[in-house]
């Protein structure tokens, strides 16, 4: 297609990378086609630049991830294994990714050697959905005239696969600056942000400059008196009201750039305190930016406008032989412009109170409300890559010597844990006997028999996976959206009912009462369970008692390191991962506050300001 100058795939792969006695798993590393370093102008800063050239064998390193496996020696040449299985050659080291970008990336591997380890197959096939894709387009060309070319290009390919599994694929474009903000697929690369909460905050911080402004026009206003006197005698002796004008001009002028210039030292000085309550990154410099200073001139120039003109004019327009005699003409009309100024910045305080109180309020009440399972005292463990033997051994014997500790009161297996997205999805799944088209894309779940214990998850029909049934292994176990989206008319219906997944014909043996995999704020999801006892995706999950925590987590390592060798002991507790969930919500709680805290100080100084000068 013309509009496409570049192009480049990426693979994104988790795996144990060791060198020597360290290990480390590590969760952005990608496989990526040769033009990606130029895409996102990556920096080499030694080494082999044409690292991702076809079948190198080698491997990239970013500057953080070369300083954690070899400290201060030169990384070039040293060999690093992937999973004990192949091992790469460090050939060239890149600077770090900014932490504001949407794509984070420590190791960096040619593609051509997961063609090689996966086949050609993977080149071939539009089953293969899990790579993400980068466009670099001509600058003359439109990226939706572009994407309106995909359909033909898809029919062309893939119509018949499509038609096969009743299936629609479709190719959609997004500009890369949008990502972060606005963009909320599946299986993003990170946690997104939200371009609403941006929105609202800016409107925030807009009223805040308002407000400012609304106390200096109250104010220059008050104190009309003491100037009033000062124009009439200028007036009277020759001055223009054209001088006038641009004397309280000057004046209005030299208090915002006066303002500017102390508001932009708070800022430095206070940048690494608001970094920090924030949880922003350190290294992410405001004044840096060059829309920051673009800002900055457009803020000074609107304020020295909006907050000078009133004043300016009001003061200028005095007649010498009524200011002279104390005389200011229109109180009433002044007074009410102020009391209406005022009233204003009462009004924009108590929305921003009221906002605060609610965004706390909510927050609250997300943690309080019941999440249809138990997360108390469980630890999660993420599941070994390297593994001596038959997995399914290694993984239940794991399980059963943890079980053996007074601490530890139960444990399973499962491919995902509460608190994010469920990353696994199959589409064209139905009910057996419909037509292949009905069938719709569902999030698969590989569980343990003792999955739905551990959780106190409430099965309202049928049975979860027993070990007293065998023929379980190939047994499905549905939530009730899924129940729903299959179009059975209820739970009890579903139970002993077939599911055609890809061909083959499943029994369905339960019914789960939906629980929140994710926050409040997320709609439930059809999820389908599958009985899986070992994954290298997977994680263990042990319910723990509460004492002696030092002691068990010590013991639980032991057994770890013997059972598992060669790979690292990585774990948290379920409450903290997921209670992440609600970090972007207490963070905006949190700004919210502080700048309602901002609002009401700058609405007090106005008040203060305007009885103090009613006093005198």
């Known amino acids: 297609l013309p509009e496409i100058e570049k192009i480049a795939r990426v693979y994104r792969h988790r795996a144990v990378i060791s060198f020597e006695d360290k290990k480390f798993q590590e969760t952005r ?45 030169d990384p070039i040449g040293k060999r690093i294994s992937l999973d004990k299985e192949e091992d790469f050659i460090v ?86 600056y949008d990502i972060h903000l606005k963009s909320h697929f599946m299986q993003e690369l990170g946690a997104n942000g939200n371009d609403q909460t941006l929105t609202y905050l800016i409107i925030i911080a807009t009223f805040i400059m308002v407000m400012a402004w609304v106390n200096y026009i109250n104010l220059s206003t008050a104190q009309a008196m003491n100037r009033a006197r000062e124009v009439g005698i200028r007036k009277v002796i020759g001055a223009s009201r054209r001088q006038l004008i641009v004397q309280f001009f000057w004046e209005t002028i030299l208090s915002n750039a006066v303002s500017v210039i102390i508001a932009i030292t708070l800022c430095e000085l ?25 800002f900055v001139l457009l803020l000074f120039v609107g304020g020295v406008f909006l907050s000078g003109l009133y004043p300016v004019l009001l003061l200028s327009s005095y007649k010498p032989h009524t200011t002279l005699k104390g ?44 999440l249809g399972f138990n997360m108390d005292q469980t630890l999660v463990i993420k599941a070994p890559r390297v593994v001596e033997g038959t997995m399914d051994e290694r993984f239940e014997t794991f399980k059963l010597e943890n079980q053996r500790l007074t601490s530890v009161q139960k444990t ?23 037509d292949p088209s009905s069938g719709k894309n569902y999030q698969i779940v590989g569980v343990d ?72 704020k997320e709609a439930f999801e059809p999820h389908i369970y599958r009985f899986m006892s070992s994954s290298p995706r997977g994680v263990f999950v042990l319910k723990l008692s509460s004492s002696r925590m030092p002691e068990t987590m010590n013991n639980i390592e032991n057994i770890w390191n013997d059972m598992f060798p060669g790979n690292p002991f990585e774990y948290f507790f379920l409450d903290e991962y997921y209670n992440q969930q609600y970090a972007s919500d207490e963070l905006f709680g949190k700004i919210f506050g502080l700048f309602s805290v901002m609002a009401i100080f700058i609405t007090a100084l106005g008040i203060l300001g305007l009885t103090a000068f009613s006093a005198v």
């Open 449 to 520: 028999y003792d999955y739905v214990d551990l959780f106190d998850l409430k099965m309202i029909a049928g049975r979860s996976f027993s070990r007293e049934f065998p023929s379980d292994k190939s047994a499905l176990v549905l939530n009730e959206k899924a129940v729903e989206w299959m179009g059975f008319e209820s739970p009890e219906e579903a139970v002993g009912k077939g599911v055609d997944y890809w061909g083959e014909i499943y029994p369905i043996i339960g019914v789960m009462k939906n629980f929140h995999q994710q926050s409040l």
């Open 270 to 294: 206070l940048l690494a305190q608001f970094n920090q309550f924030t949880g922003l990154p350190e290294n992410l410099r405001i004044l840096n930016q060059g829309y920051f200073w673009q």
């Open 91 to 176: 050939s060239a080291v890149f600077e770090d990714f900014p932490e504001n970008s949407h794509i984070q990336c420590d190791i960096l591997l040619s593609y051509q050697n997961l063609v090689a380890s996966r086949g050609q197959e993977l080149q071939e096939s539009w089953g293969h959905t899990m790579f993400y894709t980068y466009l670099l387009l001509r600058p003359d060309a439109d990226y939706k005239a572009l994407e309106a070319k995909f359909p033909a290009l898809i029919e062309q390919q893939a119509g018949e696969l499509m038609d096969y599994f009743g299936v629609r694929i479709y190719l959609l474009l997004q500009p890369v």
């Open 29 to 73: 590393m990608y496989y990526a086609e040769p033009d990606f370093p130029e895409l996102f102008n990556l920096r080499f800063i030694k080494g082999d630049k044409n690292v991702l050239q076809e079948g190198s064998g080698k491997a990239a390193l970013s500057v953080g991830t070369a300083r954690k496996y070899f400290g201060n020696e």
């Open 327 to 370: 005389k200011l003409g229109n109180h009433r009309q002044r007074f009410g412009l102020r009391r209406s100024l005022v009233l204003f910045q009462y009004l924009m305080a108590f929305l921003l109170i009221a906002g605060t109180i609610t965004i706390h309020q909510q927050i609250k009440y997300m943690r309080n409300q019941p």
């Open 412 to 434: 399973s297996f499962c491919t995902e844990v509460p608190g994010r997205q469920i990353l696994w999805d199959n589409g064209a799944i139905h009910k057996a006997g419909d």
